[in-house]
Structure formats: structure tokens, C-alpha cells
């Protein structure tokens, strides 16, 4: 079992920087490829980004590809995903995930087994 906590969300100007944490329980944190995931009221949840177990590849979005950065500190059990030149259109509650590395596609949504309670991120214009 993954219990996972984000933290960091917030009210900001566009242009402006928010940084997330997400605080993972057990032993096992090493072990679990980890995904922030956003969705917008009245839309899906969407993937925004992703890292392996070991931190070694990251995937993005499109739509935050060269904005937002995601990284893991494996000792203190936590992810973390920097978002720079945020807009309006990134408004939404912010979620992470765990999954194993070889359980499916770090870009979808079923493939994860573990989720956090999501955090809000509002960007005003």
C-alpha cells in the first residue's frame, strides 16, 4: 500500500511559479514510477507528467512541455513538480499517482494504482 499527499497548490498570477509536493508512505517509494495528472471541472483527468522508479526518464504533456518540471527525492519519499509560466488554461486539481514501472503506459490514467486526494491550482489572468 502507497499513500500519497499533495501539497503546494494555490491561487497565482499567469506568469507566476507554483511548486508541488507530493509525500509518499512505506518503505517503498523506490520502487513506484510516480504521474501528476490534472482535471479541469466538467473535463477528464489528463496527464500532465511522469517519472520512473529510479528518476532516469520523465515524460510531459505537450501543453507543459518546457513549463513544468517533475523530479523525486527517493530519501525523503516525495515528488515533486515545478510549474513555471503557468496560464489560465492550467487551472485545475492537481493529482499523483504511483505505479509500478512495468505496469502499462505512464501516460494513462488506468495504469496507475495509487492516488493522492489532489490538490487545487488556480491561475488567474
Known amino acids: 500500500q502507497v499513500q500519497l499527499v499533495e501539497s503546494g497548490g494555490g491561487l497565482v498570477q499567469a506568469g507566476g511559479s507554483l511548486r508541488l509536493s507530493c509525500a509518499a508512505s512505506?518503505?517503498?517509494?523506490?520502487?513506484?514510477?510516480m504521474g501528476w495528472f490534472r482535471q479541469a471541472p466538467g473535463k477528464e483527468r489528463e496527464f500532465v507528467a511522469a517519472?520512473?522508479?529510479?528518476?532516469?526518464?520523465?515524460y510531459y504533456a505537450d501543453s507543459v512541455k518546457g513549463r513544468f518540471t517533475i523530479s523525486r527525492d527517493n530519501a525523503k519519499n516525495t515528488v515533486y513538480l515545478q510549474m513555471n509560466s503557468l496560464k489560465p488554461e492550467d487551472t485545475a486539481v492537481y493529482y499523483c499517482?504511483?505505479?509500478?514501472?512495468?505496469?502499462?503506459?505512464?501516460?494513462?490514467?488506468?495504469?496507475?494504482?495509487?492516488w493522492g486526494q489532489g490538490t487545487q491550482v488556480t491561475v488567474s489572468s
Open positions: 499517482a504511483a505505479k509500478r514501472d512495468y505496469s502499462g503506459s505512464y501516460l494513462r490514467v488506468g495504469a496507475y494504482n495509487y
Open positions: 512505506g518503505r517503498t517509494f523506490s520502487s513506484y514510477g
Open positions: 517519472i520512473t522508479s529510479s528518476g532516469g526518464s520523465t
